[in-house]
Nanobody
Framework: QVQLVESGGGLVQPGGSLRLSCAASGSISRILAMGWYRQAPGEQRALVAHAPNAGSTTYADSVKGRFTISRDIAKNTVSLQMNNLKPDDTSVYYC???????????????WGQGTQVTVSS
């Protein structure tokens, strides 16, 4: 099995900062990429940031310049530093990993359970 566990969500005032972290563990052979999606009530899940092993990171236009994704490839972790938070950033944030399991033949996407981020005064 593969597990992704997020931490770091919470309530913050507009203009504040939060840092989300996610650790992947279990029967992992290789991770091709990790990243973050978010989903607000009544909306579809949307990409926030994507960090492949090779190549450039990708950000949603709405978070460019405010959010920074980082990975520790050796530790199978990914973090999301969120600065200058706005009420529109309020969502459940999901970590994901594109992972090859031990003994597997293809990469699949695995998801964390989600962590709530609320931006409100």
């Amino acid at each position: 099995q593969v597990q992704l566990v997020e931490s770091g969500g919470g309530l913050v005032q507009p203009g504040g900062s939060l840092r989300l972290s996610c650790a992947a563990s279990g029967s992992i052979s290789r991770i091709l990429a990790m990243g973050w999606y978010r989903q607000a009530p009544g909306e579809q899940r949307a990409l926030v940031a994507h960090a492949p092993n090779a190549g450039s990171t990708t950000y949603a236009d709405s978070v460019k310049g405010r959010f920074t994704i980082s990975r520790d490839i050796a530790k199978n972790t990914v973090s999301l530093q969120m600065n200058n938070l706005k009420p529109d950033d309020t969502s459940v944030y999901y970590c994901y990993g594109r992972i090859l399991r031990n003994g597997g033949s293809r990469f699949d996407d695995y998801w964390g359970q989600g962590t709530q981020v609320t931006v409100s005064s």
